[in-house]
């Protein structure tokens, strides 16, 4: 694996520090996925869970989708991979295809960028409809650090199985 990462600022701003964290997280999980095959991607990491590198990268192009698109902008965008509604059908890659997924999470990635900068401020809000309140943009950058610091430890074990690359 290559690392081409750019640490975050150590003395950065606000809003310069949570993009970087953010951007940060979405190369890490690029890095885990770098040089495997539709197949290995695919690889589930031990029954009776089917989750896999390629349904991570599926569900965090979910995930981008609705924080930034469907909260903050407000954007009328049906899910990714569910005509139900159901963000857990994303973990599904019995179909997938790596090009498809990350195709779908570097467009996602390039919409959540446009919004977050085009925003005035990190106190933008957005209703999120299962809490039931507003959010700000400053929440969605944080819980979008969150998720994708989850989801590396999950991939960090899943690139182990497939080939035992460990480490970054």
Request: hydrophobic share 40%; charged share 35%; aromatic share 8%.
């Amino acid at each position: 694996m290559t690392d081409e990462r750019t640490s975050p600022p150590v003395r950065g701003g606000e809003r310069e520090t949570l993009r970087a964290y953010l951007d940060y997280h979405r190369a890490t999980l690029a890095m885990k996925c770098e040089g495997l095959s539709d197949d290995e991607l695919r690889r589930a990491s031990m029954p009776p869970s089917t989750l896999s590198l390629l349904g991570l990268v599926r569900h965090m192009a979910e995930v981008e989708r609705t924080w930034f698109r469907r909260i903050i902008d407000r954007e009328d965008v049906p899910f990714l991979w569910s005509d139900k509604g159901d963000r857990q059908e994303a973990f599904d890659t019995s179909d997938a295809t790596a090009a498809e997924a990350f195709a779908a999470w570097e467009a996602e990635i390039a919409h959540a960028r446009r919004i977050e900068r085009k925003a005035e401020s990190l106190d933008v809000t957005g209703y999120f409809p299962r809490w039931d309140e507003d959010v700000s943009l400053r929440l969605v950058m944080l819980h979008l650090i969150h998720e994708y610091a989850r989801h590396n430890g999950h991939a960090d074990f899943l690139r182990e199985g497939i080939d035992g690359t460990v480490g970054l």
